[in-house]
């Protein structure tokens, strides 16, 4: 882990390595971690009334390959393997969330998104699912695959009843905070007493479309240090290629992620107006992410499909639309009926044949 070998005449490499980090452990890449939570530079929203961002130093940040990992690393470091840990997750949600609970052996015990929430759960099902053996809160706003979105007095409720609770922490999947639609995206690590206790998990991905990339960041201060031991005795570190590349992102003009922003928006309007007018078809307005995520249990039952899953294998092979039914996310939530998630990360013109390939499909086999 000390770095690359560098001759001793050769000058053009000794020169690169003052200028540029060398292969080095997560938390010792400066520049990296200083514009992740600098002003402008992907730091958290201001609490209200103040004129700064939370209290995050460059040190409390850890970079890593992808936002994906940290998932993991945060079970693995706040729960232990085989000891009845519970960890409370969204549902439907990220499936990573359920499988690492299961891979790091700790309890998954899901709390359910409700349509008629808007695909938010309601906080007094929070205090219900908690137990003395509950270790953490795994939440996802804006909302993968509903795009739903936790608003600030569902926040303060969750910090009001996690207060009761100084034993668990909460992973704060953000990687979709600058995919909101719906007002200033609000954090729970905004709130009294919930900085300490909440991993912060982000990453580029998203904002800046830098998928393939891997590049994700967390912050915690208690954390970091065991986030860095994780890193460094798993995949060393992320690609130094990759750092600087989400140095320049995150750091460069910010017109064209605001453009990709703005798109969105207008492409969530698109395609959740024209589903609406699928015979069966009944989908919300998401406040953010790039998901739709319509009910489709009408649309089941006209079209002699027995649930979502066949649903979607039908639509792919006699409409040629692919999309992901809703146990690829989860247990189905009780009482919702069917879903199925749409990306409309996608052209104008291909969400409309798309959609317009469904209604024909619908229109076909309405029994």
Same mark, same amino acid.
């Given at each position: 882990?000390?770095? %690359? %070998?560098?001759?001793?005449?050769? $000058?053009?490499?000794?020169?690169?390595? &003052?200028?540029?980090?060398?292969? %080095?452990?997560?938390?010792?890449?400066?520049?990296?971690? $200083?514009?992740?939570?600098?002003? +402008?530079?992907?730091?958290?929203?201001?609490?209200?009334?103040?004129?700064? #961002?939370?209290?995050?130093?460059?040190?409390?940040?850890?970079?890593?390959?992808?936002?994906?990992?940290?998932?993991?690393?945060?079970?693995?470091?706040?729960?232990?393997? +085989?000891?009845?840990?519970? !960890?409370?997750?969204?549902?439907?949600?990220?499936?990573?969330?359920?499988?690492?609970?299961?891979?790091? +052996?700790?309890?998954?015990?899901?709390?359910?998104? %409700?349509?008629?929430?808007?695909?938010?759960?309601?906080?007094?099902?929070? $205090?219900? &699912?908690?137990?003395?053996?509950?270790?953490?809160?795994?939440?996802?706003?804006?909302?993968?695959? *509903? +795009?739903?979105?936790? &608003?600030?007095?569902?926040?303060?409720?969750?910090?009001?009843?996690?207060?009761?609770?100084?034993?668990?922490?909460?992973?704060?999947? $953000? =990687?979709? /905070?600058?995919?909101?639609?719906?007002?200033?995206?609000?954090?729970?690590?905004?709130?009294?007493?919930?900085?300490?206790?909440?991993?912060? /998990?982000?990453?580029? /991905?998203?904002?800046?479309?830098? *998928?393939?990339?891997?590049? #994700?960041?967390?912050?915690?201060?208690?954390?970091?240090?065991?986030?860095?031991?994780?890193?460094?005795?798993?995949?060393?570190?992320?690609?130094?290629?990759?750092?600087?590349?989400?140095?320049?992102?995150?750091?460069?003009?910010?017109?064209?992620?605001?453009?990709?922003?703005?798109?969105?928006?207008?492409?969530?309007?698109?395609?959740?107006?024209?589903?609406?007018?699928?015979? #069966?078809?009944?989908?919300? *307005?998401? #406040?953010?992410?790039?998901?739709?995520?319509?009910?489709?249990?009408?649309?089941?039952?006209? /079209?002699?499909?027995?649930?979502?899953?066949?649903?979607? &294998?039908?639509?792919?092979?006699?409409?040629? !639309?692919? !999309?992901?039914?809703? =146990?690829?996310?989860?247990?189905?939530?009780?009482?919702?009926?069917?879903?199925?998630?749409?990306?409309?990360?996608?052209?104008?013109?291909? =969400?409309?044949?798309?959609?317009?390939?469904?209604?024909?499909?619908?229109?076909?086999?309405?029994?």
């Amino acid at each position: 882990m000390s770095g %690359k %070998k560098i001759g001793a005449s050769d $000058e053009s490499a000794a020169r690169w390595a &003052k200028s540029y980090p060398e292969d %080095k452990p997560p938390r010792r890449k400066p520049r990296n971690r $200083e514009c992740v939570r600098r002003p +402008g530079g992907g730091q958290r929203p201001c609490p209200p009334g103040q004129g700064h #961002g939370l209290d995050i130093a460059p040190e409390d940040v850890v970079v890593g390959a992808g936002a994906k990992p940290f998932i993991a690393y945060t079970i693995a470091s706040v729960t232990d393997f +085989g000891a009845n840990d519970e !960890v409370i997750y969204p549902v439907p949600g990220f499936p990573i969330y359920e499988s690492q609970i299961i891979a790091n +052996g700790a309890v998954p015990v899901p709390i359910y998104l %409700k349509e008629s929430r808007d695909f938010a759960f309601d906080p007094h099902e929070l $205090e219900a &699912k908690i137990t003395p053996q509950t270790r953490l809160l795994i939440l996802n706003t804006p909302h993968n695959p *509903t +795009g739903g979105i936790l &608003k600030r007095a569902d926040l303060e409720a969750i910090a009001e009843i996690l207060r009761r609770h100084p034993q668990i922490w909460v992973f704060a999947d $953000e =990687i979709y /905070s600058r995919l909101s639609y719906q007002g200033e995206f609000v954090s729970l690590a905004q709130l009294p007493g919930m900085l300490a206790r909440t991993v912060i /998990s982000d990453g580029a /991905s998203k904002t800046w479309a830098m *998928t393939g990339w891997r590049i #994700g960041f967390a912050a915690n201060r208690t954390l970091a240090p065991v986030f860095t031991r994780w890193i460094t005795n798993t995949d060393s570190c992320a690609s130094q290629i990759s750092q600087w590349a989400a140095v320049e992102a995150i750091n460069g003009p910010q017109d064209a992620a605001a453009a990709m922003r703005a798109s969105f928006l207008e492409r969530r309007d698109l395609i959740v107006g024209l589903l609406n007018q699928v015979p #069966g078809f009944t989908c919300k *307005t998401p #406040g953010g992410a790039f998901y739709a995520w319509p009910n489709v249990t009408k649309a089941c039952a006209q /079209s002699g499909c027995a649930e979502s899953e066949e649903l979607r &294998k039908r639509l792919l092979y006699e409409a040629g !639309v692919a !999309v992901l039914a809703d =146990i690829h996310f989860g247990r189905r939530v009780p009482g919702d009926g069917q879903h199925i998630r749409f990306s409309y990360a996608a052209s104008p013109a291909m =969400i409309r044949e798309g959609v317009e390939r469904i209604a024909a499909f619908m229109r076909a086999n309405v029994r």
